[in-house]
């Protein structure tokens, strides 16, 4: 069945180094993105979103990009800081109030 | 605002007995809740779709017989893990959503459940 992505695992950065999670989605049919971060033991907690019609959105020290070309969304942050460590996902949904479909994670680890 | 709750935080229980998870909207109504699975270094698996007032929607592959959905109110849905088996131990989430024109759902602390 059609499934969100990513392209890498895990990634590891420096402190004060911008961060790339990357995020290939399938479903042409999704009209709605967001990206989610989860700590060790927690659930996942909202961190920016993205509408179709957009490609590009920020927030604090986050930006999310969205090509619908080629179905690759990216969160980025900036001066990553060590309580940025956790599992980064992106979940696609379509319509109101519909499913959310998950990617398979990317564990962000920040080296002080 | 749009926080939403989970009791229990974590459950050990025995295999073949039955476990409740029970999931709470604090600020929110929520006409629609989901309840997701999560195994370790996994992403999240939607299980089913709890709609108040009706049945809940299962995902393929899983079995309504044995994860009870109930959705009574506008603020609590319940999930229970019925003769529970070790491969049922697993971090079980769920998420509300308001039932605005926005789609973000908003998840809870998730329940660890295992089963010995």
């Known amino acids: 069945g059609e499934s969100v992505g990513l392209h890498l695992p895990t990634l590891s950065v420096q402190e004060g180094d911008n961060s790339i999670i990357n995020c290939a989605y399938s479903n042409s049919a999704s009209d709605y993105f967001i990206w989610y971060k989860q700590e060790s033991g927690k659930g996942p907690q909202f961190i920016i979103d993205?509408?179709?019609n957009m490609d590009k959105r920020q927030g604090q020290r986050v930006t999310v990009l969205l090509n619908k070309t080629v179905k690759h969304l990216s969160l980025q942050i900036a001066a990553t800081q060590p309580g940025d460590s956790a599992v980064y996902f992106c979940a696609e949904t379509w319509g109101q109030g519909g499913k959310l479909i998950f990617g398979q994670g990317t564990e962000l680890s920040v080296k002080p | 605002g749009a926080v939403v709750s989970q009791h229990p935080s974590r459950v050990i229980c025995k295999s073949g007995t039955s476990v409740k998870i029970e999931c709470r909207s604090l600020?929110?109504?929520?006409?629609?809740m989901f309840w997701y699975r999560q195994f370790p270094k996994q992403s999240l698996m939607l299980m089913a779709t709890?709609?108040?007032?009706?049945?809940?929607?299962?995902e393929q592959g899983v079995e309504k017989d044995k994860f009870l959905i109930n959705h009574a109110s506008l603020t609590l849905s319940t999930l229970t893990v019925t003769s529970a088996h070790p491969e049922d131990s697993s971090f079980y989430i769920c998420?509300?959503?308001?039932?605005?024109?926005?789609?973000?759902?908003?998840f809870g602390p998730g329940t660890r459940l295992l089963v010995l």
């Open positions: 709890s709609n108040e007032g009706s049945k809940a929607t299962y």
């Open positions: 600020d929110f109504q929520a006409t629609t």
């Open positions: 993205i509408r179709s």
């Open positions: 998420s509300a959503n308001p039932g605005t024109t926005q789609e973000t759902q908003y």
